[in-house]
């Protein structure tokens, strides 16, 4: 699939977090012939350029790390990691700036987020654009979440977030009405849990996988 001509958007894959209802680095669970993490990599790769293109890691840096060097992988580590994933959004955002300051959006997306598809990144990029509205993002569950995108009007508010607070209260501030919401209901299996990774591969979830 192309990437959108004429413009330079920017993606930030999160993959900093504790992971601790799972116990060890969801981002590196098997999955597809690869990794969670390398699965949803390669979709976003599809859509941005590589140097466009990095990881925001924090808890198990050492493993996550390495992973990434191993592969070639652009990332960088958020110090403040520990006070939630607005530090990371923020600390992500102002290092693709410093890479580009002329970025023309910026896409947000998680590593547990597998069963998102080229297209649907693809078409949300296209949303904002034709539509020039400032945030674009996918509905799932009943709520608006990520993956989004976020035109530059929305970068201060994006390098401002602190703590725990997500990009989800800023899309929810913006977007008003279903228009801007691309709707794609699998967006919500993310992978928190040992169960839920055992529905992903389509395992019994009382099956022992120990």
Request: charged letters at 20%; proline letters at 7%.
């Amino acid at each position: 699939m192309s990437k959108l001509e004429g413009n330079t958007p920017g993606a930030l894959i999160l993959a900093a977090g504790s992971a601790s209802r799972m116990g060890s680095p969801k981002a590196l669970l098997p999955y597809a012939g690869g990794t969670l993490l390398s699965h949803v990599y390669g979709l976003a790769s599809q859509i941005v350029r590589p140097e466009s293109l990095w990881l925001v890691l924090g808890n198990y840096f050492t493993e996550m790390s390495a992973y990434c060097q191993a592969r070639d992988y652009r990332w960088i580590f958020n110090p403040q990691h520990a006070e939630g994933m607005g530090t990371g959004i923020a600390c992500g955002l102002r290092h693709l700036l410093d890479q580009n300051p002329n970025l023309s959006a910026i896409m947000i997306l998680l590593a547990d987020q597998p069963q998102i598809s080229p297209a649907h990144l693809q078409c949300l990029l296209r949303m904002q654009i034709e539509k020039k509205v400032p945030v674009v993002c996918t509905g799932y569950g009943g709520i608006r979440g990520v993956p989004a995108v976020f035109s530059p009007s929305r970068f201060p508010e994006l390098l401002a977030l602190r703590g725990d607070q997500g990009a989800r209260d800023l899309i929810g501030r913006e977007i008003r009405t279903s228009d801007n919401t691309l709707i794609l209901e699998d967006a919500i299996v993310d992978i928190d849990t040992p169960a839920d990774y055992a529905r992903l591969l389509g395992q019994p979830e009382s099956e022992d996988n120990s």
